[in-house]
T-cell receptor, first 113, second 115 residues
Framework: GAVVSQHPSRVICKSGTSVKIECRSLDFQATTMFWYRQFPKQSLMLMAT?????????EQGVEKDKFLINHASLTLSTLTVTSAHPEDSSFYICSAFSPGEEYFGPGTRLTVT | GESVGLHLPTLSVQEGDNSIINCAYS??????FIWYKQESGKGPQFIIDIRSNMDKRQGQRVTVLLNKTVKHLSLQIAATQPGDSAVYFC??????????????FGQGTILTVHP
């Protein structure tokens, strides 16, 4: 089946710094990718829809200036958490949509100290 | 239900038993439903899906039942194995069947299988 990768798998950063997370579709082109956030023992919450070549669409309550999304190619979307704070510590998961199915990445564990 | 809670429901079963995991959804316009398995520290893994024009679909050791009248979805796992231990999420989509992105995830259930 289709494969989606994320990099890094784990990252620890200091409060106030920015962190970039990459999401790649390895064997198919994805015009649409999605970014989710998952806190411990909770469900996945959609943050934004990343569209290749256009601006991302953010869900209500998600700050677009804090969570910068760039979908520069059909196989890569990046999420940058700017000025990270401890409350941004979470598991960030991307998915890539290919007609018929949505494929999830393995997730990135972000810890802000 | 669809609300996100701090305490996921849990289900403990013995190896070899059948497991039934339930999910309630709130959007009557949803037309596509998926069950995912998530192991600790990993992304969701597709298990089985069902469209709203069906009420039952079977896969290998798994069966999904959809009751649109009461907006209820269930996942049945036959002969549960220790490797089935994980968190199980239902997800729904209501994009008119033309696009399957932008899923809404349910609360999740922790399944623990004891040898």
């Amino acid at each position: 089946g289709a494969v989606v990768s994320q990099h890094p798998s784990r990252v620890i950063c200091k409060s106030g710094t920015s962190v970039k997370i990459e999401c790649r579709s390895l064997d198919f082109q994805a015009t649409t990718m999605f970014w989710y956030r998952q806190f411990p023992k909770q469900s996945l919450m959609l943050m934004a829809t990343s569209n290749e070549g256009s601006k991302a669409t953010y869900e209500q309550g998600v700050e677009k200036d804090k969570f910068l999304i760039n979908h520069a190619s059909l196989t890569l979307s990046t999420l940058t958490v700017t000025s990270a704070h401890p409350e941004d510590s979470s598991f960030y998961i991307c998915s890539a949509f290919s007609p018929g199915e949505e494929y999830f990445g393995p997730g990135t564990r972000l810890t802000v100290t | 239900g669809e609300s996100v809670g701090l305490h996921l429901p849990t289900l403990s079963v013995q190896e070899g038993d059948n497991s039934i995991i339930n999910c309630a959804y709130s959007n009557s316009a949803s037309d596509y439903f998926i069950w995912y398995k998530q192991e600790s520290g990993k992304g969701p893994q597709f298990i089985i899906d069902i469209r709203s024009n069906m009420d039952k679909r079977q896969g290998q050791r798994v069966t999904v039942l959809l009751n649109k009248t009461v907006k209820h979805l269930s996942l049945q796992i036959a002969a549960t194995q220790p490797g089935d231990s994980a968190v199980y999420f239902c997800a729904e989509n209501n994009a008119g069947g033309t696009s399957y992105g932008k899923l809404t995830f349910g609360q999740g259930t922790i399944l623990t299988v004891h040898p």
